[in-house]
């Protein structure tokens, strides 16, 4: 079981960026985020393994960047030029085994509270 713990939500204007931290209570294959806006399925946003490798949804690259800290199992996900289609709660979330289930976004077990991030035009 590993508990995953989100903060750095907010509310900012169109342009303007945010930092979200996930703090995972143990070791994890990778950490991804992905977000769910109001009458919208969830989709995933980035992932990182423990590799380092990563890997974004096309609408997100060049803006964000997902980072870790391994020693202290957080997870980062900066998000610069953030638009106002960015708007929805994000969530992080550990669970897979290999890096193609954290790519494709099987075998997700644990989840965050989740923390919203609002982008104003």
């Known amino acids: 079981q590993v508990q995953l713990q989100e903060s750095g939500g907010g509310s900012v204007q169109s342009g303007g960026s945010l930092k979200l931290s996930c703090a995972a209570s143990?070791?994890?294959?990778?950490m991804a985020w992905f977000r769910q806006a109001p009458g919208k399925e969830r989709e995933g946003v980035a992932v990182i393994d423990m590799n380092g490798r990563t890997n974004y949804t096309d609408s997100v690259k060049g803006r964000f960047s997902i980072s870790q800290d391994i020693s202290s199992y957080v997870a980062y996900l900066q998000m610069n030029s953030l638009k106002p289609d960015d708007t929805a709660v994000y969530y992080c979330?550990?669970?897979?085994?290999?890096?193609?289930?954290?790519?494709?976004?099987?075998?997700?077990?644990?989840w965050g509270q989740g923390t919203q991030v609002t982008v104003s035009s």
């Open positions: 143990g070791d994890t294959r990778c």
């Open positions: 979330a550990t669970g897979p085994r290999e890096w193609y289930e954290c790519r494709t976004g099987q075998g997700y077990r644990f």
